[in-house]
Each structure stands twice: as structure tokens, then as C-alpha cells.
Nanobody
Framework: VQLQASGGGLVQPGGSLTLSCAAS????????MAWYRQAPGKQRELVAA???????NYADSLKGRFTISSDNLKSTAYLQMSSLNSEDTAVYYC?????????WGRGTQVTVSS
């Protein structure tokens, strides 16, 4: 399974971005998709996750600003981010889990700066 993340870039403080993660390849049934991020000098952390039934989980610090969604037919997950600030600057990684494996995308850079 390959994951292609897109939508990152440079955004001003207070701005918004939407990331996409498209899965392809030997997909059987993806049960779980998630977004993680890793800022310079910090450990990778969970941002948000969604399971096949649509149940969502967020990092407490990001609730209300970030929204995860998915399109099961397209095997794609989205992350809508709003009210971005400099602390959101990181590489954002997509993760997908199906029976037999956990897969990671290469990541997409999000930089929040004026």
C-alpha cells in the first residue's frame, strides 16, 4: 500500500490548509487512517485519527482547530486545519492500517510563517 500526502505548504498565521492522503496499491480494507506530525527536534505525535465507521480521535491540544475526514470509497483521508500558528509547523505524515500492515506516507511539510 502506498500513501500519497499532499496539500502542505506555506501559510500565514491564522490561515487554513487542507491536507489529503490517498492510498493506492494492494488495498484490502483500510480500517484506520491517521495524521501524525513531527516538528523539528520533537517526537512524532498523533494529530487525528479516523476509523472505517467514522469515529474520530484528536490530540487534545488540537480539538476545535483540526478536522479529520475520510472517503472510504476513494481510500482517502483529509485533514482540515484552521487558525494555524507557528507551533503547527511540522512535517505531517499519513498512516493507514489494514489487516496485515501499517503503512506510512512520506510526509508533507506545513510551515506557518508570516
Amino acid at each position: 500500500v502506498q500513501l500519497q500526502a499532499s496539500g502542505g505548504g506555506l501559510v500565514q498565521p491564522g490561515g487554513s490548509l487542507t491536507l489529503s492522503c490517498a492510498a493506492s496499491g494492494k488495498i484490502t480494507m483500510i480500517n484506520f487512517m491517521a495524521w501524525y506530525r513531527q516538528a523539528p527536534g520533537k517526537q512524532r505525535e498523533l494529530v487525528a485519527a479516523i476509523d472505517r465507521s467514522g469515529r474520530k480521535n484528536y490530540a487534545d491540544s488540537l480539538k476545535g482547530r483540526f478536522t479529520i475526514s475520510s472517503d472510504n470509497l476513494k481510500s482517502t483521508a483529509y485533514l482540515q486545519m484552521s487558525s494555524l500558528n507557528s507551533e503547527d509547523t511540522a512535517v505531517y505524515y499519513c498512516n493507514a492500517v489494514q489487516v496485515g500492515g501499517s503503512y506510512w506516507g512520506r510526509g508533507t511539510q506545513v510551515t506557518v510563517s508570516s
